[in-house]
């Protein structure tokens, strides 16, 4: 539709933007903002454009320029870069292991004080811990489980409507992982309507408006065979 095609010219607009800031970091040799751009989320631009190999090469180079004493903002947007990486690559399961080692020392500071960096941290280990579940199954497969809900619940908690929508979804991703399409489907229109009452909807579309509950399993079926798309919000077996 119009709507859709104007969002994605705006996509490409922002994400040639990104790529042309990183380049005249690097060209300067400004380390803090070539580490800023490459590490935190405007490396996602890489990804957006399906360019992985280059999006985690970045990451890793802009790690290695910044020392590994301490714990900075900057150390826990390598964590985020290599969470992501690890969604959109099929290795969850390594990432979230990476994070979890790091889990002390992230605590350890006061990011957690902060309720978007809060927000992000627990969403991005509730989000690692559910793709991991999929790609291992069985009983640790079920205990990552446990652990992504447990995440999603205490975001709920939090009382930020933003924060809670994605919750939802990751509660959905717990559900449909499980087998239990009902449920999935429900808590996906719960993050839809949460979404429509946060105005969190680009171009004053609104998510409701994705229809009747069999209109919401096909969606289901839609997340769960195109993973590279889903895998950042709602990961699903």
């Known amino acids: 539709c119009h709507t859709a095609q104007n969002l994605h010219d705006l996509v490409v607009l922002f994400v040639r933007g990104i790529m042309n800031n990183a380049r005249k970091h690097r060209v300067s040799q400004m380390r803090y903002g070539a580490t800023n751009f490459e590490l935190g989320l405007p490396g996602l631009a890489w990804l957006v454009t399906d360019d992985f190999e280059e999006a985690r090469r970045r990451a890793r180079d802009a790690s290695g320029r910044w020392s590994q004493r301490g714990f900075q903002m900057q150390h826990w947007y390598a964590l985020r870069a290599a969470g992501h990486l690890g969604l959109y690559g099929g290795d969850a399961r390594t990432a979230y292991a990476g994070l979890v080692?790091?889990?002390?020392?992230?605590?350890?500071?006061?990011?957690?004080?902060?309720?978007?960096?809060?927000?992000?941290?627990?969403?991005?280990?509730?989000?690692?811990?559910?793709?991991a579940a999929g790609e291992i199954g069985g009983e640790q497969g079920g205990r990552l489980l446990l652990e992504a809900e447990r995440d999603a619940r205490r975001l709920c908690r939090l009382g930020a409507p933003w924060i809670e929508s994605q919750a939802q979804l990751i509660l959905a991703g717990v559900a449909a992982t499980r087998g239990d399409d009902e449920q999935a489907v429900r808590l996906l229109r719960e993050a839809a309507a949460g979404n429509d009452r946060s105005g969190a909807c680009p171009h004053g579309c609104r998510y409701t408006q994705l229809g009747s509950v069999t209109s919401m399993r096909a969606k289901l079926a839609i997340i769960r065979s195109t993973p590279k798309v889903s895998a950042f919000s709602t990961p699903m077996a």
Request: with cysteine.
């Open 101 to 131: 080692e790091k889990w002390p020392a992230l605590t350890g500071t006061l990011l957690l004080r902060v309720q978007l960096i809060h927000c992000e941290i627990r969403s991005l280990r509730a989000r690692l811990a559910l793709a």
